[in-house]
């Protein structure tokens, strides 16, 4: 056991280090160039068709749910506790300019969430139960016409799904409450499990029909609780985004108990924060989006730029913003170490408003958690689906259930670590699909605007 933990680390090491976040980055600064950086010039039109028809009921098209469903589906798995803890981290390891690369690695972001999306609806099939599915397994399997690969993501999906989108989730919520209200991990984890049985034993209907209402609502009640903040500190804000912007390459002096950080750091640790955020280049969100109601792959691509654009540039940089302008991100705990993680968040939002401003934390964390655990049980189950047939789902959604307690109470750890390793595995065939079909995403992509007159 001990050499396979210390074998899955090297790998994790690998996985998740440099190489792997250039060749993200990369990946959608290729589809950024090819598409004519569609997330500057369509901007208004993505705008438009998203953020102002997001409850428009009336679809064109095939599919099980409408767009903003799928998307709210994606969202709730994007956005989750990632925003609040991920970022603090970035900024504690980084410094501020970690802040302006992570909005870099986002920009870039769009164009593979985009990427992802239109060849996850176009290259999508309806199982015999009526049923839609899609996602980087199929593009692979029926385009890039590499069963192997669509294999291998799709044995790392269900597994990954375990860790990342489960056991991960409901301890950062179990200990969350534990240490902000004092309720037991264990109770915390029953109830979670209890709940998300409601939910994702009714299927993606069930599922779609709870996110639209919760994803809105969990992302409306962070975002104005970290606006009210910075308009009381707003004084704060123009030097705030000095210092993102100048560190970004000059480095953080050390200062408090910042150790100080390189240019390097900054950008290391701000693309990865990026790419762990919005899951870009992952695959994982197709999944969802495959099963939208649409006319043109294309239409519900504008839906991935969105959903990047909502979960990184708008509630990543109020986050940032927010731990800046209170100045907390040089604070020393009791034992004298620096404050990271969802510590680091909660001091800024004690510091800006003190009283209900941990609890805002407390609530985010956990609507952000059992949303994503919520959408990476529909992750896990659509992948094991490709593996298995559409019998396994139900079967798939029972296995999962127990794991919200294990994970609640802090249990088997070591599938933590290796979940850990298979949810970076996901991207090296998902984006060996997305270089080898740009030529799909163009074409469609260039017909679709000729065909709008846009």
């Known amino acids: 056991m001990d050499k396979l933990l210390e074998i899955n680390g090297i790998v994790n090491g690998i996985v998740w280090g440099p ?100 060849l996850a609806v176009h290259f999508r099939e309806r199982k015999p139960d009526g049923s839609f599915a899609g996602g980087p397994m199929y593009y692979l399997e029926k385009g890039l016409k590499i069963k192997v690969l669509a294999v291998l993501f799709a044995l790392f999906g269900a597994i990954a799904a375990f860790g990342i989108g489960n056991m991960v989730q409901a301890n950062s919520v179990a200990a969350s409450l534990d240490a902000t209200f004092g309720i037991p991990k264990l109770y915390t984890g029953i109830a979670l499990a ?141 034992a004298g170490e620096q404050l990271t993680g969802a510590a680091l968040t909660t001091a800024a939002f004690n510091q800006g408003l003190p009283g209900p401003g941990g609890i805002i934390v407390a609530i985010g964390i956990l609507l952000f958690a059992f949303s994503t655990l919520l959408s990476w049980s529909y992750y896990g189950e659509k992948s094991a689906e490709y593996l298995f047939g559409v019998g396994v789902k139900i079967i798939y959604r029972i296995i999962f259930i127990p794991f919200v307690v294990i994970g609640a109470v802090g249990g088997l750890e070591t599938l933590w670590d290796l979940a850990d390793t298979l949810n970076g595995l996901m991207a090296v065939p998902n984006l060996i699909g997305l270089i080898g079909l740009r030529g799909i995403i163009f074409k469609l992509t260039r017909e679709f605007f000729e065909k709008e007159g846009a």
């Open 19 to 118: 190489p792997m976040l250039i060749l993200i980055v990369g990946t959608g600064l290729i589809l950024t160039i090819g598409l004519g950086f569609i997330q500057l010039r369509k901007f208004s039109y993505v705008m438009k068709n998203t953020l102002f028809k997001m409850f428009e009921k009336q679809q064109r098209g095939e599919g099980e749910v409408t767009p903003f469903q799928a998307l709210a589906t994606a969202l709730a798995a994007t956005v989750g506790t990632g925003n609040i803890a991920g970022v603090a981290t970035a900024i504690a390891t980084g410094g501020p300019g970690a802040v302006f690369w992570m909005l870099v690695s986002a920009f870039v972001g769009m164009a593979t969430k985009f990427g992802e999306v239109v």
């Open 194 to 334: 209890i709940m998300t049985a409601l939910v994702i034993l009714g299927g993606l209907k069930r599922l779609a029909i709870v996110t639209e209402k919760l994803v809105p609502f969990m992302a409306a009640f962070y975002i104005v609780g970290s606006v009210i903040i910075l308009l009381l500190n707003i004084s704060r804000l123009p030097s705030a985004i000095a210092m993102i912007i100048s560190q970004a390459f000059t480095g953080s002096a050390a200062i408090g108990g910042f150790a100080g950080s390189t240019v390097m750091m900054a950008m290391k640790y701000g693309v990865a924060r990026g790419v762990f955020s919005n899951e870009a280049g992952l695959g994982s969100a197709p999944i969802a989006h495959a099963a939208a109601t649409t006319d043109h792959p294309v239409r519900q691509g504008l839906w991935g730029i969105f959903e990047v654009f909502m979960d990184t540039i708008v509630i990543c940089s109020l986050t940032s913003l927010t731990i800046l302008t209170t100045g907390v991100w040089t604070q020393v705990d009791a």
